[in-house]
């Protein structure tokens, strides 16, 4: 059996089109166009361009299928972000990005409407002012004439899925990115949109992965190719490829780091709200218990800035820098909200560090080994929440997408939390979009075929524990850095 798909997997920093080969049980990858996703900012506003990544999936598509016939494409994408249509379907303006400062204190629409515990009984979702509920309430509030031309709300893929169909779905994994879902039947919950005035009708109709959305429209000159709804939101696809069918906590590592597990039923408890675990949906229904940490984003911040001012390091030379200087002189607490925002990340972490009397990082190595330590704390502080929230025990920790390439990460993974790392596979996001499309053409029977066969078709690494006792003895410092604030 020989077949192509085509997955386009769009990050916060970058979008590429890879073709999948799968033949007579095996899987080849080739990225055939990869581009830059940049944080545009006019007007004091952060957004994305719209129509330059429709440009870019074009691109993608034309290169494709000038070399390969391809069965289908998929999209995922980031999660919480949208675009407003009107009635005529056309975008009333361009995707605000989550970073922008516009849903900054946002929480307090929740005042008087409705308690934080019932929000999370009712969503089970973590509590973050970049979710699309706080980002709708806030164009609510404060935008009303654009609100009021609101016909249709499109989460990121679905838009762009939209644009190429003219079709209007949402997609199951990506819908639980809004906190407006219910976490059992992971629908719309009504009820809640009704509470917040927020009209169902601006929601299109929840589908399945594996859904044949349509084929692309014949005005783009291209060849009609099916549209899969794949398991939409990046982290959902990438944990459809983690290479294990056992009870696993993972690391999904790329600008965000979702620390969590795979469960059959959402956990809403007052300890899970209290650790501010979300549940999001996935793949077969199954719910992804986690925590949306920052993951690589300061170091990508750091090296941009770096970069700047002409120093551009490579990400071989930042790890030989990092790995030349002293251990736990100065940890940060990565999301702390001033990291949230881009630029400026020398200066943010040496305010923190003089806000809580440690030695300031100077050097590039200083910098970058301070947040590559203080992401293997979070990661340990996190599991150990998730460990609590679930009570179960994992020894294996699998760390897939794009921080799963730096031995240097793992080892500290590996030496903080005392776990055996299994990292890999590094294409993690875009294995699981086109696994999706493999089963929606019924080449794999079902997930757990997949994972067996994602075990014994991707290079996974492990790491071992080295250091564990003097991380151990770092770990409170760090945990008491958290537990201040
Ligand atoms: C990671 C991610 C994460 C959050 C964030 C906005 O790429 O999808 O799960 O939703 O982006």
């Known amino acids: 059996m020989n077949l192509n798909v085509l997955a386009f997997d769009f990050g916060a920093s970058s979008g590429r089109a890879i073709v999948g080969k799968y033949k007579n049980g095996n899987l080849n990858l080739e990225e055939v166009h990869r581009f830059d996703n940049q944080i545009l900012e006019k007007e004091n506003t952060l957004f994305w361009n719209i129509d330059y990544l429709l440009e870019n999936i074009l691109i993608g598509i034309k290169k494709a299928t000038d070399k390969y016939p391809i069965e289908s494409l998929g999209i995922d994408t980031w999660g919480v972000d949208f675009g407003l249509l009107d009635k005529s379907g056309e975008l009333l303006e361009n995707s605000v990005h989550y970073r922008d400062s516009r849903t900054k204190g946002s929480l307090t629409y929740l005042k008087k409407i409705i308690s934080k515990e019932e929000l999370y009984q009712q969503t089970g979702n973590q509590l973050m002012e970049i979710n699309t509920l706080f980002q709708l309430l806030t164009v609510k509030n404060e935008r009303p004439d654009l609100f009021e031309r609101i016909d249709k709300v499109l989460l990121m893929p679905d838009l762009l899925n939209y644009l190429l169909t003219g079709n209007m779905k949402t997609e199951q994994s990506i819908a639980s990115t809004t906190q407006l879902t219910n976490p059992y039947t992971k629908d719309w919950n009504k009820e809640l949109m009704d509470l917040f005035q927020l009209p169902a009708s601006l929601f299109p109709d929840i589908v399945t992965e594996g859904n044949q959305l349509g084929k692309l429209k014949s005005s783009f000159g291209l060849p009609a190719i099916e549209v899969i709804n794949v398991c939409e939101h990046d982290t959902a696809s990438a944990v459809l490829s983690v290479p294990s069918n056992q009870n696993f906590l993972f690391i999904s590592c790329g600008t965000w780091s979702l620390v969590g597990t795979e469960l059959e039923e959402p956990i809403v408890t007052q300890k899970a709200q209290n650790y501010n675990l979300t549940n999001e949906s996935g793949n077969n229904k199954t719910t992804r218990f986690l925590k949306n940490c920052t993951g690589l984003w300061i170091i990508q911040e750091l090296k ?182």
């Open 304 to 485: 941009r800035n770096f970069r700047e001012q002409g120093m551009d390091y490579s990400y071989d030379e930042i790890t030989d820098m990092t790995e030349k200087k002293k251990a736990f002189r100065c940890l940060i607490d990565t999301d702390d909200p001033r990291f949230t925002s881009p630029g400026k990340m020398k200066e943010k972490i040496q305010a923190y560090a003089k806000e809580t009397n440690q030695e300031l990082p100077e050097e590039p190595g200083e910098l970058f080994r301070c947040v590559y330590e203080s992401l293997a704390f979070k990661y340990k502080y996190t599991t150990l929440e998730i460990i609590d929230a679930v009570g179960n025990e994992f020894d294996t920790l699998n760390i897939v997408g794009g921080g799963s390439q730096s031995a240097l990460l793992c080892q500290m993974v590996a030496d903080a939390t005392g776990m055996r790392v299994c990292a890999g596979p590094v294409e993690a996001t875009a294995i699981g979009n086109i696994i999706q499309q493999l089963m929606a053409h019924q080449v794999i029977d079902s997930v757990y075929e997949a994972r067996e066969w994602i075990k014994k078709i991707s290079n996974v690494t492990y790491y071992f524990p080295e250091r564990k006792e003097a991380w151990e003895n770092q770990f409170p410092k760090y945990q008491k850095l958290l537990d201040k604030e």
